[in-house]
């Protein structure tokens, strides 16, 4: 089985094994990049090798062009007519990389000591032809990946990103990563050998300068860096040849932030010397919140791949390495040298490989979903029918799910014993029986609590009718039993018994419920269901269901729906944002989240949209019966009769962000109350990030649904989302529609900074 | 000559007549309106009248609904069982109107007693049905303008709109008007006869009244209704079929919300009793400020109609309108009737025909573009093309523009003659001559110095080529001469003089530039010409030229271009985003202005992007000619050999928003210096608003220039939006890139709350 990317989709109860591909990088390279470097790290047992594109002739060639070039600027009387200084292509001396195959196991490194962010227009003009220049000759020989130095200066960031957009462009293939601290200062050391060109920036060209004086506040700002590339990659459009190379520092930041990075695309991960601590056996090894960070990482569709920093030159013997060295050591060099030496490099990458063969075993849910991470479906295909097909034995063995739909049955089998007493069977109905296991359960729970049923089990598809026949024919617990009716739910007369109540059921069971509860039509196939239950102490399971949802920051999801065509001939373009799709969340960032706990900062702030309730009130659905056909009309809601008008639902919610962020759309999730017994025992289902755990810890059987926006949405720190959200219905359809605002209260005024469009996935609605 | 929406474009120097219509309005009105009133109303000058959708009776059985199901959920057990109320169809009691030809001059009235915003979703549903009602019984008798009460509530915005979003899909036709107070309150007294539902809403859905305490905020906030307004517009897409109907209070606002109000698109303006003032014979009249706002309006390529409000009935006689009285006055009634009553209705109505003939005289620029306020032209059919073919002549007497020429050629003779004596003729190249006005301008300079010079006038359009070498010899100035050339001006070899410095001229004069100033290559023409001027002295007409933007609020142009289709079939619907357009600005606001003077306070914040000067340095273009085909390359920047690379431009400038608002795009300038002489007198051309009058008064023959944003950028009050822009090239081709990012400070920290995507015209750039 492929998805739609055509990536194998492992499935199964097994654990997939983590992957992790570690390269090697030297931000002070000293030994020449080649062919036989690369091998004898692969003999060390790294997988990539970073590559600095030029070498030191080139810097100082590019240097000298820059110094001749102030030095006429100086002598002119008209320094306007003075041509700006052209740095000319690599020479052979400029640059050790040719083509090769085996080039793509290397990272191509932008010279560190460009300033492509610099406010001297000239530093700027030379720094982007040495990027162009490098990232082209990179491309030309065969590496892709390209590693460069995120922007020095927060003022020049839009400038630095369309540097970058015109980068993306100079090969088919080129991946630019960009190397960004998680915040504050990059830890490895990457100073420029010989000088930085943000040091020749003109003093006429002050905008530097001045930006120190504001940096007392930026410093303050935690999320400076991820600003920076959220600039960077608005300008790239959210392309997908544009990622992170993000340094894990020695101490984390706050969760929040480690969450926020870890909802951004970072393909590479560099563990620079100072992020590994020693054990006590001197033996380099993580924190345990690095390693927690690292299998959040790993536990991605698309791992990063891990860049180690600095931890020691690849060698052979350490001995060999030494010979390398030409040039004498001076004394501060000496000093260094005379501190403890790393280690055999080996050792940080054994840990990591160690590392790699422990990681924790996934949650059953991931494991169920492997390969579908953030891969949205459309509604119009919906996951479960898809899964189904494949994996029905997988899901009917929903360790939760099902179990807790026979707790409900006997809760609720106990209850109508106690209120009708003995006198005869009770009639429980399973509408849309599937294969059937609602029916086992419904019998099990008969024999579980001792009471007596007359079960029927309704199906209209013909091929699952099949099974049900053949199932009751074959399986003990069904016995021939069970009476299975071919029917569409809505048009079943209802059961044939004699004597009390005659076609009526007592209780009605389905499991019609959607990622978002009602998407599914649970409401409306209910409503036409409840003819045939009884009027007075009818029970439905599940009795009550609700949608909630909160505002999400998932660029992933953002960049995977811009980078779609339209998914269906019937569809435009632009539809793909006017409707909802069922995903398995995982690479994203909850924009509200409620007080920190001690254990998980990452508890979302989830609101309540609506719910419904079963059986629905007679007076109602006779209301709407009447109003089919326009004999009873109130001006046709959005072009029809309204006989489903008691089925929409309209809210509003407004979440707060501390920290601020993107806001990409809404997940939505949905609880239960399968039956809530006259003792007040609940059996509950959710997938609600806070509650799932404790009502339905591990249920597989739902992934959330998310509502995207077409136009991301900035939200500020401490700003406030105001969420719309419709379920509406023209009696044909059912549609939602939802728009998110953002204000910022300053000084006590409450101020719009931003909205969305309205959102309506009306043309894509579910047909009634 | 029609525009491209066929409407009928009147052009010439004569003012066209001022549009007024004027409808009259009472927000109690006790007559039926019927083809009898509206015929009395014509007859008494009116051209429109507003009426009522429903009557009395309609409002008593909606309240008897209403009241009837509260009665019902305070007797039921379980009020989610019961339905929500229907307000059937209307009767023939519920309203007077019937179809009839006549019925376009009708302005229906939504019921003023609804609450479309309510936070209780029984008075909220109800509302919608008589909004629904009405609006679709309106549509049905053929009355497509509607007017609605804006929201009462700033909470229920949202909801509002979304009802209004249903409405506008209730007929084809239909338009919806949404009355809104300036600032404040409305003045007329809409209260309901009757009762409001928004007294019905039950105390559970108390956010109306914890909106309260928030009022003390909202009150200080003058810009709430904008605001208001523009959620109601964001969440109809900037529907045509919305507008506002604006009451013009009784104290004006400041200048700034004047003229974001009149940026929007008004289509109605309400004029209330109190509005009015009365004049020393008793006579109402509105102030001087009131005037101007109107005129304002008045210019407007498509005027609101004005609603006169409450300043009296229609009646033939008092007397018979007396006698429609069926009711006995109150003694509240009767007291008011022993006030002063209003004046003969014709009163306030004279008053504004006698201002609708009394209009000011509008400015030549405006004048002369009459019909083409706010109409884009994309520069791929440069407006000037357009215009020359038909209003040559009127071009041709810019008061300005070649008068301003002239002076600059008669000053640069006079230098060029001081520093090289009388020894021969001085050669004078009008490059791009045209029909020849510049070479008029030339032989005039002339003979006003008395400086003898030989001209050229170069031309590659066979067709102006014929008329150029007519007028030589038909013309006295001319008197045969001129030396007539066609030829590229780029392939000119240079005038065929003998003696001193044969094939090169003194004065090189071209008009070029395009309303951004070098958005139609002058910089490139230039430098291609330039082999043709003396090296030495050669002087350029005009010498320097620079662009210049503002941020603008431009609701118009944003709608305008979200309806529109493509306009190429090369081009994509979206890449109607992605190219500037020539665009008489008309109905707009500045975003970000200069400190408020005593007369105007729309001076904007208008900042340089860049500038050219010519000649240019021959090192730069000897490098620029050495680097075509490759053999000096810097790595090709943006695919070209960089040939151009000199002519290309970015900037990046900072614009403070005091009021905010909402960012569509930027308004493009440019200003020149036609030349500055020794002694420092500087002849200039300016569209930039904040220095034309100074620079050249009255100068028509150019527009502004309009980069649209795709998705408008919210700026907050202080907002600060930083611009970045480029002018880039790959020497195939010239194009523009610009992009919004928005920030405020708050507490000295500087957060982003919104940004524009990166926008390009590469697709659509000039060919060079």
New interface residues.
Partial sequence: MTDANGVEIVRGQNDTPTIMYIGQHETHRTEIVNQDLLYRAQNAGYDLLSAPVSTAAFQSRVLGVLQAHVETLKASS?P?????P????LTPDDTDLVPHDSNASFIAVVSPWIDLASSD?LIAHVS??VF??EV?YAAFVGISNVLVQGPISSMGV??Y??TL??GLGLGPYVQLHVLLPMTGELEQDISADGIHLSELARPQYAEDFEDVE?DD??Q??MYAHW?TW??IR??C?YSTKLSIALEMPRLLPSLSLQHRWSSEPVRLLTLPRTSFIRNNKGFPVLSKQHQQYLSQFLRLRFPPWVLLSDVGAITSTVVEAAETAIVEPTPAEAAVKSTPQPENPPQHLQYLRHLQQTQPVRPPIERFGQGYQDYMQSPLQPLTDNLESITYEVFEKDPVKYEWYERAIALALKDLREKLGKQSKLVVAVVGAGRGPLVTRALRASVSTGIDIKCYAIEKNPNAHVLLQRRNATDALWNNKVTVVKSDMRTWPGPITTGRDASKADILVSELLGSFGDNELSPECLDGIQHVLHPEHGINIPQTYSAHFTPLASPKLHADLLSRGSTDLNMTVSEKWELPYVVMLHQFDYLSTLPLTAEDPRTPAVEEAWSF?HPQ????L???RK?AGGS???????GGD?TN??NAR?C?AVFTSAN?GVCHGLGGYFETVLYCSNDRQKVELSTNPVTMAEKSKDMISWFPIFFPLK?P??V??D?QM?V?M?RQTDDRKVWY?W?V??Y?K?G????????S??HSSRKNGCLT
Same sequence: chains 1, 2.
């Fill in positions: 008209d306007g007519s003075v041509p700006c052209l740095v000319k292509p227009p982007r032809q162009n220049l082209a839009t400038q990103a369309r957009l015109e504001e506040d930026e303050a700002n600003e959220n600039t608005t300008v459009n309730s009130s007679e007076a109602i006779d209301l709407a109003r009873i009309d109130a001006g046709g809601f959005l309204g008008e008691h309209s509003r601020g136009t949405v900035y500020p720190d700003g105001e719309s419709w529609e728009i605002e953002v910022i300053v006590g005024k409450k101020m719009k900074v931003g909205g469009d309205l």
